[in-house]
């Protein structure tokens, strides 16, 4: 069972902060191969939606507020943990983070940058796609809007 939560950076205990960086590291520029600082200065402005099992963390995103990365509200740094992948938890923190998203931003639509591979799973989550791939740090992207 997942414990969810969702935390400004200064509601962030340094060994939440720490894990979350080290699993997004691990992920976006280790495993993905992908030169890039992952950590910026949108994270100062975000809602870290992240979950535990057993004091793991297994599945972090991040909320962008209207007007810091996109016109609208934006999820984004969507992972999970490599050794909790295939378990559904990757589909609970999305529900997570748009249900945080539109509690905290109603009526807005929610826009993300998604990884190409990914396209299915969004729009089973309800996101339709409102761009042409394009890359992004050397991995092909498409913009998507959930309404």
């Not at 962030?12 to 520029?29: G, K, Y």
């Not at 890039?36 to 297994?58: E, K, M, Q, R």
Request: net charge negative; aromatic share 12%; proline share 7%.
């Amino acid at each position: 069972m997942i414990t969810w939560n969702v935390s400004t950076i200064d509601e962030l205990t340094p060994r939440e902060l720490l894990s979350i960086m080290i699993l997004r590291s691990d992920v976006f520029v280790v495993e993905q191969q992908c030169i890039y600082p992952d950590p910026d200065t949108f994270d100062i402005f975000a809602h870290h939606c992240y979950g535990y099992i057993d004091n793991v963390l297994v599945a972090y995103a991040r909320i962008l507020p209207p007007g810091t990365r996109f016109t609208e509200p934006s999820i984004g740094r969507v992972v999970t943990h490599p050794e909790h992948r295939n378990h559904g938890y990757g589909k609970q923190l999305m529900q997570y983070a748009i249900q945080t998203c539109k509690q905290l931003f109603p009526s807005h639509s929610i826009h993300i940058s998604a990884q190409c591979y990914l396209i299915e799973f969004y729009q089973a989550l309800g996101f339709s796609t409102t761009s042409e791939p394009y890359d992004e740090d050397g991995i092909p992207h498409i913009e998507m809007l959930l309404d």
